[in-house]
């Protein structure tokens, strides 16, 4: 059996799958000061009457780290940037308690400047009697050569909590990317940390024994214990949830939106021929931008409790909460309160939903049904004028999808997915003003549970081989080692592959998962003098491919090329 757990700002859902199917599923509400109570009542509502040796996997989709970032919530953290020329360091300073140091390592990987020890201790004392306790260390080209990088964090030592290298981020180049990811990832250390440790205390304390995984925000899992080092991987994996849902409970193979209407915001995602399309670069999330890989999504503040007020002549919606809705005890009407009146959901109580509506209705001068079917109305259109704003930027630029661009390629939607707990209610609306026929798949309103249950272990390694050099890097696992001149293409693919596929069974991979895929294949003769070879330049990317563990809806369910 296998417990997907999707915390989200306003419910924690669960389910239960036997065999690959639901057996049960839970919802109670989400309390974001307090998410393991969340959890555990979730938890104890559907293991009720199970056996605990008979639980394969557990699976959590959470917002603790997504949430943390956006609300300002998070620690302080000292960086020490090794820049070298080129980028002002204005540009890239993050944070009052950026320094930056002599020492830097260019293109190639090469040392070119030394690290001045001195330096550097200072920079560690300073952050000791500002009581910093995290901190960041991130040098240019470090994936191509970490030794800088090291080296800063062996001066410093065991002084900190917690110390992130930039070049165990990400494979990618992008030097104020990596600085920021880095940055983030020692800001949330903390908070994700103390989190995994009441998650794992918790299972425990139920007496199981499964692997407990996270969902990322590319769609896949990670052992939760082998999480902690990189927490911001785990940011927007509430949106990675619905879109791996959707995958698990639709054969859809067209163009199509996907919409995901929560109680406090409704992310969208879009699908290019039943793939779900890729952040180039990485994510952005708190105004910083990221070398996260994470799929292509879009919330905003629009959901079944947002706050519905009345100004200069007109309603709004969002995109704010202020609690649930008026039918619930909440102290202002939402458009659920707006569909209770209508008749289309018989949920809460209808007294307190019309008496929120009728309030609203005296400040317009219209009827309760008018007003409740304006707020209504407002809703949809918001919903779906986002996303064709987010379909009108796609199509201004290359398509990517988790595997590929698709140069060229107009994504035109012909349906819409929507799931969540108002989809029923909003499919056929939505259908009718957005002009998409709608499709509101079975078990939608625990979508995200079921799409994070049966997410498979996803990781990608990136090697660089310069044989002129004599080395090869994997940036992503630390790797730095020596090579022969005579290093070939081959030999590298072959490390690569065997690197990734012990990465991904570290991360908790199964065997009958690893589907990988090499997505970036170059090699660059390098002459000197008088036009002779002096070497091969090599770079390779693999990666395990996104999709749903092996045995569900196999043929036509993964996240395919």
């Known amino acids: 059996m296998i417990i997907g757990i999707d915390v989200g700002g306003t419910h924690t859902d669960a389910v239960l799958l036997e065999a690959l199917q639901i057996k049960k599923k839970a919802k109670v509400l989400t309390n974001q000061e307090n998410l393991i109570e969340s959890l555990t009542a979730v938890t104890k509502e559907i293991f009720s009457g199970e056996d605990p040796g008979d639980i394969e996997r557990i699976v959590l989709s959470t917002t603790i780290s997504t949430n943390a970032i956006v609300q300002g919530k998070t620690d302080r953290v000292g960086m020490i940037l090794a820049s070298g020329p080129g980028l002002p360091p204005e540009m890239l300073r993050i944070g009052k308690d950026t320094h930056f140091i002599s020492g830097y390592v260019n293109h190639r990987g090469i040392r070119v400047a030394g690290t001045d020890s001195g330096e550097v201790a200072g920079i560690a004392d300073l952050f000791e009697r500002e009581n910093i306790g995290h901190v960041g260390i991130v040098g240019k080209f470090s994936t191509r050569n970490p030794g800088l990088e090291t080296e800063i964090g062996d001066i410093i030592g065991g002084r900190f909590r917690h ?22 990832n020692a800001a949330i250390w903390d908070t994700y940390s103390t989190f995994v440790k009441n998650v794992m205390d918790y299972v425990g304390h139920m007496r199981i024994t499964a692997p407990v995984y996270i969902l990322k925000a590319d769609g896949g899992t990670s052992k939760i214990s082998q999480s902690v080092g990189y927490p911001v991987g785990s940011i927007l994996s509430g949106p990675a949830a619905s879109i791996m849902g959707i995958l698990s409970l639709t054969d859809g193979r067209e163009d199509a939106i996907a ?3 929560g109680g406090t915001t409704t992310d969208i995602s879009i699908f290019a021929d039943g793939v779900p399309l890729l952040e180039p670069l990485g994510v952005t999330i708190g105004g910083h931008k990221t070398l996260i890989r994470g799929l292509l999504t879009r919330s905003i503040g629009v959901g079944g409790d947002s706050r519905v007020g009345y100004e200069d002549g007109e309603f709004t919606i969002g995109p704010e909460r202020n609690g649930p809705a008026a039918a619930f005890g909440g102290p202002s009407p939402t458009p659920t309160d707006a569909m209770i009146v209508l008749g289309l959901t018989d949920i809460g109580d209808g007294g307190k939903a019309l008496k929120a509506i009728q309030e609203m209705a005296s400040l317009a001068n219209r009827s309760p049904d008018e007003t409740a079917q304006e707020i209504f109305d407002l809703t949809c259109r918001k919903i779906l004028s986002a996303a064709g704003e987010m379909l ?33 209610p909003m499919a056929p609306y939505i259908e009718k003003m ?67 596929r012990k990465r991904a069974l570290r991360m908790g991979a ?32 693999a990666q395990v491919k996104p999709g749903l563990i ?9 996240v395919r090329q």
């Open 163 to 184: 110390r992130s290298f930039g070049h165990l981020m990400s494979g990618n180049l992008n030097f104020p990317r990596r600085i920021a990811t880095t940055y983030l």
């Open 259 to 261: 919409l995901d209407i």
């Open 392 to 424: 009108g930027e796609i199509n201004d630029k290359p398509v990517y999808t988790v595997h590929e661009i698709l140069e060229g390629k107009k994504v035109t939607p012909t349906v819409v997915y929507i799931v969540g707990g108002p989809a029923g």
């Open 434 to 500: 957005g002009g998409y026929p709608s499709c509101v798949p079975e078990h939608a309103e625990v979508a995200n549970a079921i799409g994070a249950a049966l997410a498979r272990t996803t990781t990608e390694v990136t090697l660089l081989a310069d044989t002129e050099k004599g080395e090869v890097t994997i940036a992503e696992e630390g790797i730095q080692a020596s090579i022969s001149r005579g290093f070939s293409h081959q030999d590298a693919m072959d490390l690569c592959e065997e690197t990734l």
């Open 510 to 541: 199964r065997e009958d998962d690893l589907d990988m895929e090499i997505i970036e294949d170059q090699t660059f003769n390098m002459v000197r003098g008088m036009g002779s070879m002096a070497g091969k330049n090599i770079r390779i990317k």
């Open 550 to 558: 092996a045995g569900f809806k196999q043929e036509a369910s993964d």
